[in-house]
């Protein structure tokens, strides 16, 4: 739904939405047993929910795209994922908790390693431990540059973040990273004239942090790419009418949530702190956003028993949900994550939507195949907030 | 199918095509029974046609949006919804087969009662006899604006139809309705310069008529909303290229297929009038589209058994309408509109196709769970036209 379209349409209710996403929720069977993740494991709330909802599959973003959690997410808030696009850095960024603001340019940065002659000989520096590269990070702060502050935080290993902040900073620059070894690291250059003056402080701020790694054997040297300002995002709550929270453990996903404009409320200890503070503020808001990472590393992994485990943990989770009362419950994934790829994947993502107006009993249990004979079919994850707002009675009618 | 397209692809041939729109058709399982209106009814007609025929649910407009009965029927018609809207004035009018032309801009007027200070009191005037009503609308009638004719229908109780007809009108004008008891109702205010003299013309109006309503005790005031020109709609037979007759018995549904260039034949005595007068005047037309009224109508009262029986009385009358010949038999709803809301709602519509040249087999019954089965799957309701088309045989085919 066109957001403007969404803005217009959405009118108050006292209805409640809760949209729980399992990352990576889809799988794929095992030639063994030719069962998913999903049909393995021992499930018997979500197969009870799902028979009584709304079901199918979502595409996250288009046929054949394997998402990153960046568009998996965003197009289940409601953002088309082609045109909001949120860069590498902030990504990056958001994951350690930093909190950008507006005159914020941030990149992703790795420490390499660099032969005598400044070639590239080790990309990721070695994998240096964190604590050495929080060292480094340390030093790479004491460098200035004019009309832009500097800020680097570490993230783990080689990795790091770097922000510039300032008026009128540029995102379009380019990457520095050679892909390669045995070559120099890139220049970085401008591609519009509003980084140009960007551009510039970067490889200002790389020639600086050369001179400031030179007597590390490992970490000699850094490599920045991912260039990204901090999107602006139309903020859920104005478009959709919804005060919403976010309940999530890891900070990236409280962030991408806050970019949206939702309130991060952090939840350290799990599932039970999450629908735990779901209870306690049930009155704060209409839409609670609950993330469950613990399905999304199994399955990154490679690891078909964890991810099945996974599962089963949040399952055994359902009736405290259910017990919040949410008007519509929503059971979704950012995208799939098959143990079998141990990565990411493009295949649709079983859904389930519960409300007082369902067309329910299409499936049986909660997997890729019986989702599939449900009344939603295989849909675009963009589509899943106007259902959501319709069956919470909060969307108007569409002309007279 | 965009419409240029349509209008390039279109082929002449002697087939016929006949469109009958339940309207809300539809609907939603009761608890008690698990099943729908049309798994509850006997229909044993439907049924056996569906497992003829295509089958399919029709998302009238997007997901999630509950359409009125505007866009529900326009999407039928070919038209993008999004792209061609028919403002409330316009469907007010047409509801009440008042015959806009080029130069109009439509309003929906209220009668309202006003307190001493000028406040509305109640927003509908105490629901005011329709004979009342028509009495003041004619005292209306009296009213005269410079450069613009000034005419005034009744509808139904406190409801009226104003319609100003001059050259260059706008209707990019605000509501006077202030949607709350105890203000005064609003001015008029122009949203564009095209529409700055209609909002000085409207203020005119809503003055002089308050001066002649001050005797009255109910109904000595007015609100006017949904102001809105006659639509320019690409005109149906020409993008088509078939001869359309429009068979209903309400007027707003004869004055909709009017506006995209259909010829509305009046059927007032029922199904049975309407399936006589195609069959009378099936040489004069390719396209017939047959109107039923009576599901939507219980659907909105939220009476369950009768909207069963609604869908009874049309299943009956199914062997007379397969009588008729047609090559393409749709059956086809303009949105659905389940007893259990009592309003039109979103979820897709039950959709069947009959021709020569169709997929069937697929569902046993004509029913939101047998047609989930069909080979049209959960598709868009502005997809109905061209598959109409391409069962007609009336399309070419696209490139070579």
Not at 213 to 231: E, I, T, V, W
Request: overall charge negative; glycine content about 10%.
């Amino acid at each position: 739904m066109d957001l403007d379209l969404a803005k217009r349409l959405a009118q108050p209710a006292n209805t409640k939405i809760v949209l729980c996403v399992l990352d990576g929720l889809g799988g794929l069977a095992r030639q063994e047993t030719l069962r998913s993740e999903l049909e393995g494991a021992d499930i018997p709330n979500l197969d009870r929910l799902a028979a009584r909802s709304e079901v199918g599959l979502t595409v996250p973003v288009g046929p054949g795209i394997t998402p990153g959690s960046g568009p998996g997410h965003l197009a289940l808030f409601g953002y088309d994922p082609y045109r909001f696009d949120i860069g590498r850095g902030v990504l990056e960024a958001t994951g350690i908790d930093f909190d950008l603001g507006p005159d914020d340019v941030a990149a992703r940065g790795n420490f390499c390693t660099l032969d005598a002659e400044g070639n590239v000989t080790d990309r990721r520096a070695g994998r240096v431990s964190t604590e050495v590269s929080a060292g480094l990070v340390d030093r790479l702060r004491g460098i200035r540059l004019p009309g832009a502050e500097v800020l680097v935080e570490p993230v783990r290993e080689h990795r790091f973040v770097l922000v510039l902040r300032g008026k009128d900073l540029g995102d379009n620059v380019s990457s520095t990273d050679p892909q390669h070894t045995g070559v120099p690291p890139l220049p970085a250059t401008a591609g519009d004239e509003a980084s140009a003056r960007t551009a510039v402080l970067v490889n200002d701020f790389v020639s600086q942090a050369t001179a400031l790694l030179r007597d590390q054997h490992q970490a000699n040297g850094l490599m920045l790419r991912g260039f990204a300002r901090y999107p602006h995002l139309p903020q859920f709550p104005e478009i959709w009418g919804l005060r919403a929270a976010a309940l999530a453990v890891y900070p990236m996903y409280r962030g991408l949530a806050k970019l949206a404009g939702m309130q991060p409320l952090p939840c350290p200890g799990g599932l039970l702190e999450q629908i735990d503070t779901a209870r306690r503020r049930w009155q704060d808001f209409d839409f609670f956003f609950i993330h469950y990472k613990k399905t999304d590393a199994a399955g990154e992994d490679g690891d078909f028993e964890r991810k099945a485990h996974a599962l089963e943990e949040f399952d055994q989770h359902v009736p405290a949900i259910l017990g919040l009362g949410a008007d519509v419950l929503i059971v979704a994934g950012d995208h799939a994550t098959p143990a079998l790829m141990a990565a990411h994947s493009w295949h649709p993502v079983p859904f389930l939507l519960r409300s007082a107006f369902c067309r329910e009993g299409n499936a049986l249990h909660f997997n890729e195949q019986e989702c599939l004979k449900g009344s939603l079919g295989v849909f675009p994850a963009i589509d899943v907030m106007p259902l959501a707002m319709a069956h919470a009675l909060r969307l108007q009618k569409y002309g007279a």
